[in-house]
């Protein structure tokens, strides 16, 4: 989702990719999900993102990045308590 929105943000501000790869990390501990121990799930995830454009610099893309890390929903919920309510009904 996140280079979805890094791809709209671009569009919408005219600017135009001319090369995008994404590299994602994120390390992965499944000791809580099987009740082994009591440990953090994740600790975070890395996007390294290799972008060019023909009218943008890198500060320009690095801009970009940033404001669709502002903007991503799946970012925000993952920076932020978010309310969650599981039911079944």
């Known amino acids: ?5 890094f791809v709209s943000v671009a569009a919408t501000n ?3 990719l001319s090369k995008l790869n994404v590299n ?10 099987f ?7 994740t600790e975070g995830i890395n996007f390294e993102i290799e972008a060019q454009s023909d009218n943008a610099d890198k ?3 690095q801009q970009l990045a940033k404001m669709a890390e502002e903007r991503c929903p799946a970012m925000y919920s993952m920076k932020h308590e978010v309310k969650v309510n599981a039911s079944i009904k």
């Open 1 to 5: 989702m996140f280079i979805a929105i």
């Open 24 to 33: 994602t990390e994120c390390i992965i501990n499944f000791a809580k999900t």
């Open 14 to 16: 005219g600017i135009r």
């Open 59 to 61: 500060q320009q893309l």
């Open 35 to 41: 009740d082994i121990a009591d440990e953090p799930i």
